[in-house]
């Protein structure tokens, strides 16, 4: 009797054993599957024809302006965001007011609407036949198919990161410290750069890289407010995407590598962020 018991707990034991071997198989053949595979191909062929091919393609008038653009709307949407962020997270950590949870699920209104369906809620307002469209064009104001347009879906689809990470770290700090200073004679800005800002900087330079690299990376609601016009309103992800179609396999996946880096640099800086802030938390 027992000696069968103990055949059955061995077997069971081993069963266990088994089970997180499977679990980490399945996980990295997903991965690879997803990701791995996928990044690697961009990179195999971005250099299939070798390193002068690839350079040539990064050299074109129709890729720099694209890079061009990107970084613009990154310059402005990042700013913005950071404002934005800072103000609705003092607003929602330091006051409680009717309609609280309300701005908050505001706040996360992008990440759970399509960026499409914004690209569109955008253009119905300030298209030609939007709620603002007739206003504006009678002014000389072009939003859709134009510049401000592209701003405005890359400002609305990263405008959650900054204020995200930043609340969290406001609630765990508390106002202890702002109070101290401020019965010390401090003013509100004095308080906000002598003890705020230092406070939250990992959590808000954390929002800064993801809200940078969201705005960069941006496709679905740029590609709907801007007409992907070659050379004039085409970002680096558009111009991706109309290479491909337009059979320049290789310029579209050069392009694809520069856009794989800049998620490289985003995954590298975001580890180091996370480290040292468990490194401040454990101090």
């Given at each position: ?5 103990n055949?059955?707990k ?14 980490i198989?399945?996980a ?25 091919p690839?350079f040539?393609?990064?050299?074109r008038p ?24 800072l ?5 929602l ?5 009717p309609g609280?949870?309300f ?11 399509s ?8 253009v ?6 939007g ?17 401000p347009?592209?701003v405005?879906a ?9 204020a ?12 202890d410290q ?9 003013n ?27 705005a960069?990376?941006?496709f ?16 680096l ?9 337009q ?29 040292k ?6 101090e």
């Open positions: 009797m027992n000696s069968r018991m055949n059955s061995a077997k069971s034991r081993e069963q266990k054993s088994w089970v997180p071997t499977i679990l198989v399945v990295i053949a997903y991965v690879s599957l997803v990701l791995y595979i996928p990044a690697l191909n961009v990179f195999i062929q971005a250099f299939s024809k070798g390193v002068g690839f040539a393609n990064l050299t129709e890729f720099l302006h694209a890079v061009q653009l990107t970084v613009m709307l990154a310059a402005i949407a990042l700013p913005l965001n950071t404002v934005f962020g103000c609705a997270a003092w607003a950590t330091r006051h409680r007011f609280r949870a701005v908050l699920s505001l706040i996360d209104l992008p990440f759970s609407i960026p499409v369906v914004a690209g569109l809620m955008i119905l307002l300030y298209g030609r036949q709620w603002f469209g007739g206003w504006l064009q009678d002014r000389g104001l072009n939003i859709i198919f134009a510049f347009g592209m405005l890359t400002a609305f689809v990263s405008m959650p990161f900054v995200r990470e930043v609340i969290p770290v406001l609630e765990e700090l508390g106002s702002e109070e101290a200073a401020k019965t010390l004679g401090a509100d800005w004095q308080i906000f750069w002598r003890v705020t800002l230092p406070n939250i900087r990992w959590g808000l330079l954390y929002g800064l890289i993801l809200t940078n690299a969201r960069m990376g941006e679905g609601a740029v590609s709907v407010v801007s007409g992907n016009i070659s050379g004039k309103t085409q970002s992800p558009l111009f991706v995407e109309d290479a491909y179609k059979y320049e396999t290789e310029a579209a996946y050069s392009a694809a590598v520069l856009l794989a880096l800049l998620a490289v640099v985003t995954l590298v800086l975001k580890e180091i962020l996370e480290r802030t468990r490194i401040k938390d454990v």
